[in-house]
């Protein structure tokens, strides 16, 4: 039976190792509510991993293989377009918004970026498409969220946490 984190409801690390890593973001302002970065009541496996790099990351899958090539990805909250465009090899299509306050939002390996710098931007806008850029073999997205310019551990609204080194499910609620 798969377990299903939504955004509203509290996250619970459970097994040997598993913990919940709050990375320290004093010096930033206070953290915003963020949201799943996809369409609402859509359900998205969460994998993180050790050696993952960034560490504070997470990619995220709906299926299989590229089953879910070209599905929407969300502005995670309001803001402000800060980098949009191709980097080459290892993120590839790559979006940054800043929030305000220090914190920003990353989504990478995108099949198309639908928004440009200096646009503001609102949850529901949709800001690209799931894809593979990047020198990757299958579509997912690379989501971080960040504190000063560094990854931080990731958290949906008021208490959901991502457990790292798991795999989990996120739906998007309070759309």
């Known amino acids: 039976m798969k377990r299903t984190a939504v955004a509203v409801a509290t996250l619970a690390a459970v097994g040997a190792g598993t913990a919940v890593n709050a990375v320290n973001a004093d010096a930033a302002g ?3 509510l963020l949201k799943v970065p996809f369409t609402c009541q859509q359900e998205w496996r969460g994998q993180t991993w050790q050696g993952h790099n960034p560490d504070r990351a997470i990619d995220f899958n709906q299926g299989s293989g ?3 090539l070209g599905k929407a990805v969300k502005a995670s909250a309001g803001g402000r377009v800060s980098a949009a465009g191709n980097v080459g090899s290892g993120y590839g299509n790559r979006i940054i918004i800043d929030h305000g306050n220090g914190w920003s939002t990353l ?3 995108l099949n198309s970026i639908n928004v440009s710098v200096g646009q503001n931007v609102a949850d529901t806008t949709t800001i690209g498409t799931v894809g593979k850029s990047g020198g990757q073999a299958t579509s997912h997205l690379h989501y971080e969220q960040r504190a ?4 931080v551990s990731i958290k949906f609204g008021t208490s959901t946490w991502v457990a790292y080194y798991t795999t989990d499910y996120f739906t998007r609620t309070n759309c």
């Open 107 to 109: 989504y990478a390996h």
């Open 30 to 32: 206070t953290r915003p």
């Open 66 to 68: 590229d089953f879910d």
């Open 148 to 151: 000063d310019g560094s990854p």
